[in-house]
């Protein structure tokens, strides 16, 4: 017993020293509090405080384990007569009426305290608070500025900032300043430097792009200062070290792209962001790194361009570039490789406005050409649409818009219900849709955002929307109703352009600075009998020669060649022909786009009468184009380059509904009046197989007629 108690008063004399009971058994003791080995406070920089204004700041302590501990906390000033602080840490810019219960803050002198928190001997690192007259206003003023309306990279430029009080200069007794850019990437500030005063802060021009330029202090902001690093002028390219701008690449290869970005002074840019896009996605493959691959058999256009917001920032109205020209990729087959493979797609309109008729969606492999496991459609489609990158697809509808997603086993398809109407356009990256109601009152063009389907469409009232096209970059979307442009862009309002005739049609050059339109102007046979072109950077027309072009009569579709220099316009019964001759700089800083020079090199007629046209089919390649047409029996086909034209003829007398073309060009698939769909081998040159739709599978169900196959579509 004696043992024990000794022990165990020895053991409670150790815990003691060493600051807790911790032994011997004892439990439920709370040890005492540590003392603090940090306090910090807060804010911890430095501020600036009118006379008789008030600051909250607020302090911690932790342990030597940086733990926090709740331990008294007392706050001081080292210049009492300039600043009082209460027991709670609100600093006074002058003197309070009660430290414990601070109510009146009596203004004093302009001065300098040090304010710090402390706790059992640790002490914060001191905040220097400058009390001063109350800051009516400041000036902010360039010093010794380079003349120029602009600041080329890496310009470096100081900034002087005075603080007014009833006009009195009071910059020295407000301390250091806080300066401010709106745009980060567009100029680098740096203050507290050794080698500038105080009150000022040195600029540097970083990327291409308008800022503006703040300075501020006790709560009090100057009038902005606008700065422009100079923006993006031209853009040139070298693929591999050569100039050259065509290429024919096995499937596979890679070219590495070298941009040269000019200012609108004429001084080389480094470091600007620009997009690299391409025509054909699923064909021609880009990075952001600037390398293009040529993925599938086929062709495509590789656009280099200066995009807002990511280039030329900030800049109103935005001002995009575009490289003075393309970059074309023929894609042949690798020596190794098997035959290129996808899928097309087949689905039906019949089902129209009938209550109960449902509709379904079928793949067929180009591998084998047997119709596959089909999906149903939750609305009967009116259009379809695949993304560039052939990764989805879009069917409008009446009742709502619906996705396919062609890569699922089986295929799948969801839908929504607040975008109806017909898929005009879908964006370069797939993720905004374009969908125009003509049956609503008022019509609506609805702009959505595929990649996030709880994100609302973008309504637009625009009335009778017949073709839209997205810009190579996805800056821009051109909409054509009768005679009217549209021009969306989610960095702008929508802009609404009366043209002097009525266009059908719209594409772009592969470069991407120039948009042509199938009519919109007038031309010798009439309005609309013309191809027009405009700028894609501020929407005007396009400066130059023949920047207008009569054709034989309006025509109907219009397409640019893989090549970047030829387009075709589809002109019943025949095709017009259009080259671009030449295409030069700005002739000047402002002006936003190149001058273009155009030809018309003639009407080719395809020998076939006249027509009304379904389908406008260009190989990837642009070594052939195809016109299936309403009511014909055979495909019309047109050598380009060649010239010559021929008719493939359907099978069965059969004649063509819809149809799309494989992405290395050697096959077609036709849906057909027979109700089935005919594989036509542009090698061959002929209506090699008809795939049937069992009776068992219909296109459309719960109905006692029989629907056609007049929606038929090539996976990219």
Partial sequence: MGRCSFAFLACLALALLLGGITGCGSTGAASPVQPPALVTITPATN?????????????AARNSSNTSVA?????????????????????CGGTWDSLVAPVVCAPGPSGVAMVAAQSEGVASPPVTVYVHEHIDSFTITPVNPPNSQCFSQNTVLNYHAVALSRGIDITNSVGPLTWQQANANVVKLTTNLPTIPFNEAQATANLPGFTRITANAAGAASSPVDFTTCPVRSISLLVNGTDQTSFIVPKGTAKTITATVTDTLGNTLTGVK????????????????????????????????????????????????????????????????????????????????????????????????????GAPLPNPPNSFVFSPDGKKAFLGSEQGLMTLNPSAAPISVSARTDVTGKVLAVSPDGNTVIVSDTGITPNQVFVVNASNTTTPPVDLLITGATSARFSPDGLKAFILAGSTLYVYSSLEALKTIPLAGPANDVTFLPMGA???????????????????????CDNQPATGTNTTLSTQGVPSAIRALVNGTDLL??????????????????????????????????????????????????????????ILASGFGSVLSYTIGGGSSSAIPLVGNATALSGDLTDDGTTLYVGASDGRVHVVSTVLGGDTTQIPIPAGIPLCGNVSFTCMPDLVRVQP
């Fill in 569 to 626: 316009a589809l002109d019943s019964p025949g095709i017009d022909l259009i080259h671009v001759d030449s295409i030069t700089a700005p002739s000047s800083p402002t002006q936003c786009a190149q001058s273009v020079t155009n030809s018309y090199q003639g009407f080719v007629n395809l020998g076939q009468g006249q027509f009304t046209p379904i389908d406008f089919l260009v190989s990837t390649d642009s070594t052939k184009a195809y």
């Fill in 514 to 536: 120039f948009v042509y339109f199938a009519g919109g102007d007038v031309g010798n046979n009439g309005p609309g009998a013309a191809v027009s072109v405009r700028n894609t």
């Fill in 47 to 59: 501020a600036s405080l009118d006379l008789g204004a008030t600051l909250q700041f607020t302090a």
């Fill in 71 to 91: 331990v008294p906390i007392t706050f001081t000033s080292s210049n009492t007569a300039v600043l009082t602080i209460s027991n709670g840490g609100l600093a």
């Fill in 274 to 373: 620009l997009s690299f896009s391409s025509t054909q996605p699923a064909v021609v493959t880009t990075t952001s790194s600037g390398s293009a691959t040529g993925a599938l058999v086929g062709g495509g256009d590789v656009t280099v361009s200066c995009t807002p917001p990511n280039c030329n920032e900030g800049l109103v109205p935005p001002q995009p570039v575009y490289a003075d020209q393309a970059l074309a990729l023929t894609v042949t087959p690798a020596s190794n490789s098997t035959a290129q493979t996808t899928t097309a797609f087949v689905t039906s309109t019949g089902c129209g406005t009938n209550l109960g008729c449902t509709t379904e969606v079928f793949p067929i492999s180009t591998s084998t050409n047997v119709l596959g496991i």
